[in-house]
T-cell receptor
Framework: DTAVSQTPKYLVTQMGNDKSIKCEQN?????MYWYKQDSKKFLKIMFS???????INETVPNRFSPKSPDKAHLNLHINSLELGDSAVYFC??????????FGDGTRLSIL | GNSVTQMEGPVTLSEEAFLTINCTYT??????LFWYVQYPGEGLQLLLK?????DKGSNKGFEATYRKETTSFHLEKGSVQVSDSAVYFC?????????????FGKGTKLTVNP
């Protein structure tokens, strides 16, 4: 059973398009996260939701909009994609300060 | 703010060599410390953790001790295997709004040759 699953695994699209990445966790966790990993492997948090409420919103362009329809899902919508958005995006979840569980990532490539 | 500094890679070792990857941190309060591992083409997996000073985390032959006096959490393994080839990330939690925010080091790529 996959604990944190993201779709799609790969996403190739053109500059200016709008795309979404979906994340689901079946661990019953209250908190979910989005991280961005750049080409140098550096990981940085983007957003965190706790019970569907936005908790952390780092300095991320407002072209990025997270949506949490329920506590098991946290989707990431990106408008007007730019070349610099090319990265691997990781979803994660946790409960009560326990270690975060990560998905396998979505590799986004902008042409 | 909180930050993590880990040794720059890449690190290349022969099988059965001893591994150390240095990690130091800056944080307010008493963070929890973690090592995550990322195998090629995969997501991050928790390798080990320590939640208070002098705690030792261990897993799969890897160890790290939470040293408050030196603000360090160095990763060690006595005898590496080819299957240990991966990128290793040191991280800490900093709490923001009740949600545990992970702050990562830049990662250290380890290659183990047979």
């Amino acid at each position: 059973d996959t604990a944190v699953s993201q779709t799609p695994k790969y996403l190739v699209t053109q500059m200016g398009n709008d795309k979404s990445i979906k994340c689901e966790q079946n661990l019953g966790h209250d908190t979910m996260y989005w991280y961005k990993q750049d080409s140098k492997k550096f990981l940085k948090i983007m957003f965190s939701y706790n019970n569907k409420e936005l908790i952390i919103n780092e300095t991320v362009p407002n072209r990025f909009s997270p949506k949490s329809p329920d506590k098991a899902h946290l989707n990431l919508h990106i408008n007007s994609l730019e070349l610099g958005d090319s990265a691997v995006y990781f979803c994660a979840s946790s409960q009560d300060g326990q270690p975060q569980h990560f998905g396998d990532g979505t590799r986004l490539s902008i042409l | 703010g909180n930050s993590v500094t880990q040794m720059e890679g890449p690190v290349t070792l022969s099988e059965e060599a001893f591994l150390t990857i240095n990690c130091t941190y800056t944080a307010t309060g008493y963070p929890s410390l973690f090592w995550y591992v990322q195998y090629p083409g995969e997501g991050l997996q928790l390798l080990l953790k320590a939640t208070k000073a002098d705690d030792k985390g261990s897993n799969k032959g890897f160890e790290a001790t939470y040293r408050k006096e030196t603000t360090s959490f160095h990763l060690e393994k006595g005898s590496v295997q080819v299957s240990d080839s991966a990128v290793y990330f040191c991280a800490l939690t900093g709490t923001q709004g009740g949600s545990e925010k992970l702050v990562f080091g830049k990662g250290t790529k380890l290659t183990v040759n047979p």
